[in-house]
């Protein structure tokens, strides 16, 4: 008999948030060792499955395929290939409501915080991550 999965690690609606990273590497320049510098993105996605074993492989699954098995020029300068490799989830949760405006897909606790660190974390409009236009580039 299997041990019983806590309501926590449940999803009612059968979907899941995961969160996935991948890293640019040139075909000529391997990094060498975990200090070596690179570019990564983390990408977030949701995938419907009925428990959180398909979910876990479903979000692997998408992982791997947004990621390049083969060398190619395509976001490599002139002359040069690479390829975003996967490298595995970095963050996995169920989504607790059904999916309509305004539902709830993820959050943190921020236990034993002072008033001071929570006003903080606010920003205003033009900081928001989607209204930063600025190239990062």
Same mark, same amino acid.
Not at 68 to 93: C, D, H, I, M, Q
Not at 102 to 130: F, N, Y
């Given at each position: 008999?299997?041990?019983?999965?806590?309501?926590?690690?449940?999803?009612?609606?059968?979907?899941?948030? /995961?969160?996935?990273? $991948?890293?640019?590497?040139?075909?000529?320049? *391997?990094?060498?060792? @975990?200090?070596? &510098?690179?570019?990564? +993105?983390?990408?977030?996605?949701?995938?419907?499955?009925?428990?959180?074993?398909?979910?876990?492989?479903?979000?692997? /699954?998408?992982?791997? $395929?947004?990621?390049?098995?083969?060398?190619? *020029?395509?976001?490599? @300068?002139?002359? &040069?290939?690479?390829? +975003?490799?996967?490298?595995?989830?970095?963050?996995?949760?169920?989504?607790?409501?059904?999916?309509?405006?305004?539902?709830?897909?993820?959050?943190?606790?921020?236990?034993?915080?002072?008033?001071?660190?929570?006003?903080?974390?606010?920003?205003?409009?033009?900081?928001?991550?989607?209204?930063?236009?600025?190239?990062?580039?």
């Amino acid at each position: 008999m299997s041990p019983k999965i806590p309501k926590r690690n449940q999803s009612p609606f059968g979907w899941w948030l /995961a969160s996935y990273i $991948q890293r640019f590497e040139f075909k000529d320049a *391997r990094p060498k060792s @975990p200090s070596s &510098r690179c570019l990564a +993105w983390e990408n977030t996605i949701i995938v419907k499955a009925k428990n959180r074993d398909l979910a876990y492989r479903k979000a692997i /699954a998408i992982g791997k $395929q947004n990621s390049a098995l083969n060398w190619s *020029r395509y976001g490599a @300068p002139p002359g &040069r290939l690479g390829r +975003w490799k996967f490298e595995g989830l970095t963050s996995f949760v169920p989504i607790y409501e059904e999916l309509i405006d305004g539902s709830e897909i993820a959050w943190d606790e921020h236990r034993g915080t002072t008033l001071g660190a929570v006003q903080k974390r606010v920003k205003p409009k033009h900081k928001l991550d989607t209204f930063t236009d600025k190239e990062s580039r």
